[in-house]
């Protein structure tokens, strides 16, 4: 697989010169002969944004910005409550009470300053995704409700963006990379979040984490999967998940794929 195109995907084509700090910061990554330097600047290029920097997207969120993403955009309305903490790791007990983003922010610049942090206070909608996805290269999606899924799906289709998609239950998380703009090896469209749920469950039918309640280091694991496939898709290493939905089971410690196409 070709790392990322930014003629694909609007990056400007511009040298990504690694500095002696980072150079040592990212050493591990860079002896890798998968990753090299050359990877490591395609890291320090990329713009990924981020849905909801709760329990997914806090370990993403975490993960990327210390693997050198060059600018993390993060989506969320709301702010840090206790019950958050449990799971939701990048904040801390100090933050109860700030916003999410600004929490959040504050954490990725302790782990790593070299990484651009772009705040959206706001609840991406339908009308506000298209806008917000075509600022970036890759969409993780961390949110937690179907009218958000299918918005940032849809956006990201639209503006061929590669998007990377979780969800968990109590004891449970799947994880699948969406790129419906592209064609496999089969010569067939590669599926789309609609092809995996053509339509939303009836309302009621999967309660949130509030009300069936949910282990808090599954949002971890879940999240870390989502962190990984982020950065295959920008070093252009590995297989990612495309038509691939991977199911974990917690309390099993199971893991299994489920094959999918598109319709």
Known sequence: MAKLDSRLYG???ITTALTDEELERYARHIVLPEIGGAGQQQLKRARVLVIGAGGLGAPVLEYLAAAGVGTLGIVDDD???LSNLQRQVIHGTGAVGMAKTDSAKAAIARIN???AVELHNLR????NAPALVAGYDIVVDGSDNFETRYAVADACAAARRPLVHAAVGRFDGSVTVLKPFETGTDGRPNPSYRDLFPEPPPAGLV???AVAGVLGVLTGVV???QAMEAIKLIAGIGEPLVGRLLLYDALAARFDTIRYKSS
């Not at 991406?124 to 009308?127: M, R």
């Open 207 to 209: 309660p949130s984490c």
């Open 79 to 81: 702010s840090v409550s």
């Open 124 to 127: 991406l909608t339908a009308d």
């Open 113 to 115: 300053p070299n990484v």
């Open 11 to 13: 990056l400007a084509m």
């Open 223 to 225: 999240g870390t999967l």
